[in-house]
Nanobody
């Protein structure tokens, strides 16, 4: 079992920044990848960013590339999402996710075994 707790969401003006954190506990040593997804009202949950434990490769959705950065502190079992130059369309509930086994596509929800409860990010124009 892996437990995930997100924090760091809030209200920010367009152009501002936020850093989300995802603290993992439990079988954290066996996670293959960690990801961030988001879900806006009335929309499907979509991929934002991911990081593989082995090799440290990172992946981003085109909509956030160049603005968001995913990083992880393995010693603290924490994954971060630094979000810069935020736009109103970034408004959503952001979810952290953990995958135990290696699966090739980090951008699909089915890759992940555990999910956090989510943290709200609201960007005002």
């Amino acid at each position: 079992q892996v437990q995930l707790v997100e924090s760091g969401g809030g209200l920010v003006q367009a152009g501002g920044s936020l850093r989300l954190s995802c603290a993992a506990s439990g079988r954290t040593f066996s996670t293959s990848a960690m990801g961030w997804f988001r879900q806006a009202p009335g929309k499907e949950r979509e991929f934002v960013a991911a990081s593989r434990r082995s090799g440290g490769s990172t992946y981003y959705a085109d909509s956030v590339k160049g603005r968001f950065t995913i990083s992880r502190d393995n010693a603290k079992n924490t994954v971060y999402l630094q979000m810069n130059n935020l736009k109103p369309e970034d408004t959503a509930v952001y979810y952290c996710a953990a995958a135990l086994l290696f699966r090739p596509d980090v951008a699909v929800r089915s890759t992940y075994d555990y999910w956090g409860q989510g943290t709200q990010v609201t960007v005002s124009s």
